[in-house]
């Protein structure tokens, strides 16, 4: 699931765009952690850090919606 969104997001030219909205469907825990579509636990800082790294998205708005 990392994976996925450091191809999509770090990796990605968003000069073009406005902002970014991610969502999170998935069950997790109380400590800020989701589940994988392999069962496996993701911390969410994991999962938010390629919005963090692109550089074609400082300064933009990041929508970020989690829902466990």
Known sequence: MSDLL????????HTSHDCIAVGILSHGTH???????DGDLVDVAVLLAPLKHCASLAGKPKIIVIEV
């Open 6 to 13: 450091w191809s999509v997001v770090a990796e990605s030219d």
């Open 31 to 37: 400590s800020g952690q989701v589940y994988g579509v």
